[in-house]
Nanobody
């Protein structure tokens, strides 16, 4: 099982980023997938998830209305469109299966929201 996240960077408050994750080593199209994030000194938290056929999506209250999760099963990829970014969105972002997540995690992608 492998995840490769990309698309992070430094952005000003109010800006936007799109994160991408390419997965391999498991039956991607049958799995509910999630984005997680971990800020310095905090535990990893669930940001959003999307069901296998994208019929169900849900978000943490802190990002609802600003973030959109999507997937492309043919490309074994999941995406996170992030708009109206806030300094509190600063974290390393990871993708993984929803429940339970695989023990193997990618390196994540750093998102920093700052002036």
């Amino acid at each position: 099982v492998q995840f490769v996240e990309s698309g992070g960077g430094l952005v000003q408050p109010g800006g936007f980023l799109t994160l991408s994750c390419v997965a391999s080593g498991f039956a991607f199209s049958s799995k509910t997938m999630s984005w997680y994030r971990q800020a310095p000194g905090k535990e990893r938290e669930l940001v959003a998830y999307i069901s296998s056929l994208a019929r169900t999506r849900d978000y943490a209250d802190s990002v609802k209305g600003r973030f959109t999760i999507s997937r492309d099963n043919a490309k074994k990829s999941v995406y996170l469109q992030m708009n109206s970014l806030k300094p509190e969105d600063t974290a390393v972002y990871y993708c993984n299966s929803r429940s339970p997540p695989f023990n193997s995690w990618g390196q994540g992608t750093q998102v920093t929201v700052s002036l």
